[in-house]
Each structure stands twice: as structure tokens, then as C-alpha cells.
């Protein structure tokens, strides 16, 4: 190869130079015509760079796919918008703060958490029972109608999303036909809280 080179003379040089610089000047006109092709696609001209009807291109396609992913946000956000029980939230800890509320003061509660779920959606549902003050006390603690009242309406009002699906008041002790009981009752009380699963979320 080196004699090759050392026989050439400069016009033959200069010819090889030519053709080397024009095949690679052709690579890279056609790779920028490929680029302008897909750029023309993408925004639905045709080779004279006119909007093609009933052509979609790909950005038309994507923006149109971000309204809607965006519209989704919105509502989403609408929901949200003063709901204490958020996504990231402990239903636990929303139902100990409404409890603990200085309007309601039901104290400390006991909670227990089971999951139902069904077709497109998950309910977890939790019960709800006053908790004793000691160990060692037998009556279980008492209130009055109205902060029971109080208790279902803030655990629905503060979110959306629970719904109070059961509730049971009873008297601290048994008591006869003829015994008018005071206004003071325990209670047990059952939330669901309502989420759509993965392939309900995703069916349009």
C-alpha cells in the first residue's frame, strides 16, 4: 500500500481525497434528509412541508396525550384539595387525630385493620373501639351520644374517601326493662376506606 501511495501522483491524490470527502459528505446528507424526514413526520408535513389532513403527527399525539395525563392531575388535585386522608397518609393516625380532637376528646382507641377487596377495587376497612384507660379496668369507658355523633360526622367530613359503614352503642353493664340508662354508651365503629386497584386504574 505504501508503493501505491509513493506511485500516486497529486492529481491522483487529489481525486481519491474527492471521492473519500464526497462519500463521506453523502453519509451525512443522507443521515440530516433521514432526520428531516422523521422531524416531518413527527410534526405531520408532507415534502413540501405542508400539514397533511388526517395525518397526526407524533407531537400532536404526545401533547394530546399530555392534556389529558394533565386533566387527570387536576381532578385528582380537586379531590385532595382539604381531604386530611391523603395518599400518603396513615388512616391509623387520621382516625386517632379526629378522636383526639378537642370537640370530640374520645381519647385513645383501639384499631383493627382487615382488607376486602373485590373486582377494581380494594376496601380497607377499620374497626374502631375505645381503649381502656388501665389494664386492670373492667367498665369499659363511656360517651355521651352527642361526641359519638361528633366522631362518625368529623371521620367523613375530614376526607372523601371514608365512608363509616357500621356503627354499635351499648350500655356499660346490662340493665332491666325498667332501668332508664344514663346518656353514657360504648360503642364500636367500622370505616371503609375505598381504593381503586392497579387494573381498575388503568381501564379507560
Same mark, same amino acid.
Given at each position: 500500500m505504501?508503493?501505491?501511495?509513493?506511485?500516486?501522483?497529486?492529481m491522483?491524490?487529489?481525486?481519491?481525497?474527492?471521492v473519500?470527502?464526497a462519500?463521506?459528505l453523502g453519509?451525512m446528507g443522507?443521515?440530516?434528509?433521514?432526520?428531516?424526514?422523521?422531524?416531518?413526520q413527527?410534526?405531520?408535513? $408532507? &415534502?413540501?412541508d405542508?400539514?397533511v !389532513?388526517?395525518?397526526?403527527?407524533? @407531537?400532536e399525539? =404526545?401533547?394530546v396525550?399530555?392534556?389529558a395525563?394533565?386533566s387527570?392531575y387536576t381532578?385528582?388535585r380537586?379531590q385532595?384539595?382539604?381531604?386530611?386522608l391523603?395518599g400518603?397518609?396513615s388512616?391509623?393516625s387520621y382516625?386517632?387525630g379526629?378522636a383526639s380532637?378537642?370537640?370530640?376528646?374520645?381519647?385513645?382507641v383501639?384499631?383493627?385493620?382487615? $382488607? &376486602?377487596?373485590?373486582?377494581?377495587? !380494594?376496601?380497607?376497612?377499620?374497626t @374502631?373501639?375505645? =381503649?381502656a384507660?388501665?389494664?386492670?379496668?373492667?367498665?369499659?369507658?363511656t360517651?355521651?351520644?352527642?361526641?359519638?355523633?361528633?366522631?362518625m360526622?368529623r371521620?367523613?367530613?375530614?376526607?372523601?374517601?371514608?365512608?363509616?359503614?357500621s356503627?354499635?352503642?351499648d350500655?356499660?353493664?346490662?340493665?332491666?326493662?325498667?332501668?332508664f340508662?344514663?346518656?353514657?354508651?360504648?360503642?364500636?365503629?367500622?370505616?371503609t376506606?375505598?381504593?381503586?386497584?392497579?387494573?381498575?386504574?388503568?381501564r379507560?
Amino acid at each position: 500500500m505504501f508503493s501505491f501511495l509513493k506511485n500516486m501522483s497529486a492529481m491522483k491524490a487529489t481525486i481519491l481525497l474527492c471521492v473519500i470527502a464526497a462519500g463521506v459528505l453523502g453519509y451525512m446528507g443522507w443521515q440530516q434528509h433521514k432526520r428531516v424526514q422523521d422531524l416531518r413526520q413527527a410534526l405531520g408535513l $408532507n &415534502d413540501q412541508d405542508e400539514i397533511v !389532513e388526517n395525518r397526526t403527527g407524533l @407531537i400532536e399525539t =404526545q401533547a394530546v396525550e399530555i392534556q389529558a395525563e394533565a386533566s387527570k392531575y387536576t381532578e385528582l388535585r380537586r379531590q385532595l384539595e382539604g381531604d386530611n386522608l391523603r395518599g400518603d397518609g396513615s388512616p391509623q393516625s387520621y382516625i386517632r387525630g379526629v378522636a383526639s380532637n378537642p370537640s370530640i376528646q374520645l381519647g385513645g382507641v383501639k384499631i383493627n385493620f382487615r $382488607n &376486602d377487596s373485590q373486582r377494581g377495587y !380494594e376496601d380497607n376497612i377499620y374497626t @374502631i373501639v375505645p =381503649q381502656a384507660e388501665n389494664t386492670g379496668r373492667r367498665q369499659a369507658r363511656t360517651f355521651q351520644r352527642t361526641q359519638l355523633a361528633n366522631f362518625m360526622y368529623r371521620l367523613e367530613e375530614g376526607s372523601k374517601r371514608v365512608k363509616v359503614t357500621s356503627f354499635k352503642i351499648d350500655t356499660p353493664k346490662p340493665l332491666k326493662p325498667e332501668d332508664f340508662p344514663d346518656d353514657r354508651w360504648g360503642f364500636t365503629c367500622a370505616i371503609t376506606v375505598r381504593n381503586k386497584t392497579e387494573s381498575s386504574a388503568n381501564r379507560p
